[in-house]
């Protein structure tokens, strides 16, 4: 149960004076549906209103706050006109400008011959300068109502800043005083203030410099989000393992047969790999190992000789896929393998119903079956395994916490393979509680994709290739990302750059968008495949599963809109097959640094793992891997592309802080109890035997 002293903080932010539903649902878009979420959204900028410049002197473009004189009213002649106040000091004239005004409220707040102080941006047009929509229009009796400083934080459509300011308030104003949960050396060797303390000056920035997340009030807050992460994920493996394993060692007969059935030698990689893992199942420990590398780097060779090693010992094993689609292709090709090894390999996946599937699990439940390949259907209820040892979870791009607590209960190994290179430091926080293998390098049998980088002035060179590489017999894709903001104009420039390839180059040119019928779309890939045609015009659509060996060159434009990973994952597409591939990369100048750094990025590596540190330095982690949905990896505080220290320093004092006080009985466990409510890791304090 979550201590009552918390229990204000998670009210919901209607609870607030001055927000109703309308306003709930705006501050839930951009923070969420909790005070404590608005607590945890930090200031993004700094106004600072305390530049009082004479109107003669004031920059443009900057902040400021003058004292002025109404003069005059000069209404719009028009609707679509602006209304405008004219106003002055001593040294020069400033127009108010208004756009849809309502002319009463004007000449109440602003009455010519009024002195008034008014905030805002000025910007100058010609010779005037000018204020449009002033921030504060005070009387000067009320300046004490215009903050020096004021925080400004990520808004949406309809929320206006002051009222995010507002609610921010008072959402802080409900943080209670906790009790302290870090280590008193540690946090004065690292000079950070209290818990509130941390929180109130994060949200009172007074200059740029406050925002920097090395301030001490900044790293504290973060540290604390990590801490709760890996003390939760701590929690959840010491569960895990509490459930203990089998030593599992198997005499390689089987792996023997397989290996020897293989059309190709194991790499050096996948050697590694499968050393790790036998010695994770020969321990008596549970194995909890991720398996990364890029889509076909050999992944699934791996598993499944690590399940023969299972079989070899006596057990049964499970192979898990994410869909139904999936399971069947691994089923699929890894039939041949087991049938040359000798050992029954069944599907079972939501399809599989009635009299044949009872027969499965029956055989299943003798021990008849050595692996069981399907969905998470493996894991209903009624499926009995007679002696699973191994259970190996693919989850592709997807992160799946919940198929691994599926597995809880079970004492099985567990080995998840994941095609997405996650950074070290991420590894470390959406799988802290698991080893790592990786299959670095470049899949097997792949040919190095020579990548260039070149300006859209120079389009006319790239159609010049293109025209005779396909005279040759080449085949490539042209990507036109999507970049405006309707689809409608991205898929007519999409449509007009296949016309002009087609004018150019030729019939063989295709077209293929998300807006198509699947079925159009899907015979059109499918004469790409074939090579009917020989290019292929694309918006981003063919990012996932397309797989067509004989396609040698892929053509990217506008390459500075796309992110490092999907740059990698297109360039995946060629250099499939025996022949020497390119990737050309076209940009729109001019290039903003990030983009430039990404392009460059591209050109020196295709290693995915280098490639998603680039990223995660370049973007931050919540872009890079697409989280938000899985909620996993999201940190409000936290930034992991700065605070990558603060997140080793966290894992070692949550092993410190298990190690001394396992069940967190202690004063300092019972206020990290707290703190893991505080950042909503219920799940975590119920592993907890004294919970
Ligand atoms: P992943 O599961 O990582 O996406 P796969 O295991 O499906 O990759 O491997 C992709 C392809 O590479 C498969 O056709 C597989 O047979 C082949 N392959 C695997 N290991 C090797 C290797 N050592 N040498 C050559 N080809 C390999
Ligand atoms: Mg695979």
């Not at 280590?183 to 406050?210: I, M, Q, S």
């Not at 393998?337 to 044949?356: D, N, Y």
């Not at 992160?399 to 997405?420: I, K, P």
């Not at 998300?514 to 020989?534: L, N």
Request: glycine fraction near 8%; charge should be neutral.
């Amino acid at each position: 149960m979550r201590p009552a002293i918390l229990f204000p903080l998670f009210a919901e932010t209607r609870t607030l004076a001055g927000v109703g539903p309308r306003l709930e649902k705006l501050i839930k878009e951009v923070a969420g549906p909790r005070l404590v979420d608005l607590a945890f959204d930090l200031p993004i900028a700094v106004i600072d209103r305390s530049y009082r410049p004479k109107l003669i002197e004031a920059e443009s473009g900057r902040i400021a706050t003058v004292a002025v004189n109404v003069l005059d009213h000069v209404p719009g002649f028009d609707k679509r006109q602006p209304y405008k106040v004219r106003c002055s000091d001593e040294t020069a004239i400033v127009e108010l400008v208004f756009f849809h005004a309502k002319a009463d409220y004007l000449t109440q707040t602003l009455p010519p011959g009024s002195q008034r102080i008014v905030s805002g941006r000025i910007e100058r047009f010609g010779g005037r300068r000018q204020m449009a929509h002033p921030d504060y229009i005070l009387d000067p009796a009320r300046e004490a109502d215009l903050p020096a400083h004021e925080p400004v934080y990520g808004l949406t459509a309809g929320l206006p800043s002051k009222v995010m300011v507002k609610a921010a308030k008072g959402a802080l104003a409900k943080v209670p005083n906790l009790p302290e949960w870090l280590d008193p050396t540690y946090r004065k060797e690292r000079g950070w203030p209290d818990f509130l303390d941390a929180l109130t000056t994060a949200h009172n920035p007074v200059h740029e410099n406050d925002l920097l997340p090395a301030m001490p009030a900044r790293a504290r807050l973060a540290f604390d989000e990590l801490l709760a992460n890996q003390l939760a994920l701590l929690l959840v493996r010491t569960k895990m393992r509490e459930t203990k394993g089998r030593a599992l060692t198997g005499d390689g007969h089987l792996r023997r047969k397989a290996i020897a059935a293989l059309p190709f030698r194991l790499t050096e990689a996948q050697i590694a790999a499968l050393a790790e893992i036998d010695a994770d199942m020969a321990s008596d420990a549970r194995m909890l190992r991720l398996l990364q590398g890029d889509v076909g780097s050999g992944k699934t060779v791996v598993a499944f000789l690590s399940l023969l090693h299972a079989i070899e010992a006596g057990c049964q094993g499970a192979l898990m896929a994410p869909t139904e689609l999936l399971a069947r292709q691994h089923f699929a090709a890894l039939s041949p393998l087991a049938e040359q090894s000798g050992v029954r390999m069944e599907i079972l996946t939501g399809r599989e119903k009635g009299a044949p599937r009872e027969a499965l699990l029956d055989a299943l439940a003798k021990g008849e079956i050595d692996i069981l390949v399907g969905t998470h259907a493996l894991f209903s209820d009624d499926v009995a395994f007679r002696n699973l040892g191994l259970a190996v979870v693919d989850e592709q791009h997807r992160f799946g916490v919940h198929q691994r607590l599926s597995l809880q209960g079970r004492n099985a190994d567990v080995l998840v393979m994941t095609a997405t290179p996650i950074p070290r430091t991420l590894a470390l926080t959406a799988y802290g509680d698991m080893e790592v293998s990786r299959l670095h390098g470049r899949p097997p049998g792949r040919q190095p994709v020579e990548t260039g980088v070149l300006s859209a002035e120079r389009l006319g060179e790239v159609v010049a290739h293109l025209r005779r590489a396909i005279e040759k017999g080449a085949r490539a894709y042209w990507v036109c990302p999507l970049v405006a903001e309707s689809e409608k104009i991205d898929l007519a420039a999409a449509e007009e750059r296949a016309i002009e390839l087609k004018a150019a180059l030729g019939d063989g040119v295709g077209l293929v968008h998300g807006q198509m019928k699947p079925s159009v779309r899907d015979a059109t890939m499918e004469q790409f495949r074939t090579g009917k045609i020989s290019v292929l015009v694309a918006t981003t659509v063919i990012e996932v599963g397309v797989d067509v060996p004989e396609a040698t060159i892929m053509v990217v434009e506008h390459a500075e809109r796309f992110g490092l990973a999907q740059l990698h994952q297109l360039r995946g597409r060629v250099g499939r097959g025996p022949e020497r591939s390119h990737c050309l990369l076209v940009y729109h100048p001019p290039l903003g640094e990030t983009a430039k750094a990404r392009l460059k990025t591209m050109r020196e590596t295709d290693d995915g793992f280098v490639i998603a540190e680039e990223d995660l330095r370049l973007r931050g982690p919540g872009e890079l891997l697409g989280t938000r949905q899985s909620g996993q990896l999201e940190f409000r505080m936290a930034d992991l592309s700065v605070h990558g220290e603060l997140l080793a320093a966290a894992r070692d004092d949550a092993k410190m802080i298990l190690l001394r006080d396992p069940e967190l009985k202690s004063p300092r466990g019972a206020a990290l109890r707290t703190l893991l409510y505080l950042f909503g890791r219920d799940e975590a304090v119920k592993y907890l035997r004294a919970g």
